[in-house]
């Protein structure tokens, strides 16, 4: 009588070797294929949606509350670029133009990779004029800083920025010995930036591309490893000027392209 015999489970280790094998060709071609996609997510509609849903909260902060409201767009000291809800506030800001960080909002980071320019390099005609602006750092700046306005009635508007502390004060007063120097943990004067009391420097440095300026209807967003990759004085011809710009609709607040 024959004695029955019995196939053991399991794999051999020559199959062991050729599995780990295929495996190990699979995940090299996928993990570069999925952070492709990641990428081209974070550019093309990663940060149109967190700008629309910025917009659209801004817009409903203006009409709730009466007065321009926006969302002011600025990198901080490490270059990450975040969007940060605005209000215009005369009385505590000491200008007749001034806002200041809304109470109660979180300022947005955008995606890392991720920067904004705005769309008219103040009045800068020609490309060669843009890519002049664009070549120093104060300018670079002075794009990468700006704000975009509703008004009461939730319609974008023109209207001169200049963003400060929710408590006024400037540079003098923090230099001042006096104690008299802002707290507040979202705009605040350099020396209190470099303090990390706050995030973002206010409107008081014009020779840094931190001064007023009118609030704005259109900007680009782009990637900032290819920025970088472009030599200063060919930042727009180079690669800003080969994006499609973001226009805002001034009834919806919304994102388009034309």
């Not at 949606?49 to 917009?55: E, Q, V």
């Not at 920025?161 to 605040?188: A, H, M, Q, Y």
């Amino acid at each position: 009588m024959m004695k029955p015999t019995f196939r053991k489970n399991g794999l051999t280790l020559t199959e062991l070797v050729v599995v780990i094998a295929v495996a190990a060709i699979l995940l090299g071609i996928s993990v570069p294929a999925a952070k492709k996609i990641a990428e081209s997510f974070d550019y093309s509609t990663g940060p149109r949606s967190l700008i629309n849903a910025a917009l659209t909260s801004a817009r409903a902060l203006a009409v709730a509350q009466s007065t321009p409201a926006g969302v002011r767009f600025q990198p901080d000291a490490n270059g990450d670029f975040y969007m940060i809800f605005i209000i215009y506030n005369r009385a505590k800001t000491n200008l007749a133009n001034g806002f200041m960080a809304a109470a109660g909002r979180k300022p947005i980071r955008l995606p890392q990779n991720i920067g904004v320019l705005e769309g008219s390099f103040k009045g800068a005609g020609t490309a060669a004029a843009k890519d002049a602006f664009l070549s120093t750092e104060a300018g670079l700046r002075d794009a990468q800083t700006f704000s975009v306005v509703f008004s009461e009635q939730g319609q974008l508007i023109r209207f001169p920025v200049r963003v400060r502390n929710r408590d006024g004060k400037t540079e003098t007063d923090d230099s001042s010995g006096s104690g008299n120097s802002s707290l507040d943990p979202i705009f605040n004067t350099k020396k209190n930036v470099e303090n990390k009391i706050a995030m973002f420097c206010q409107d008081d440095y014009p020779e840094e591309g931190l001064g007023q300026e009118n609030s704005v209807y259109s900007f680009y967003i782009y990637e900032k490893n290819r920025l970088a990759e472009v030599p200063a004085g060919q930042r727009f011809t180079g690669y800003i000027g080969n994006l499609q710009k973001e226009f805002i609709n001034p009834y919806t607040g919304q994102l388009i392209r034309r």
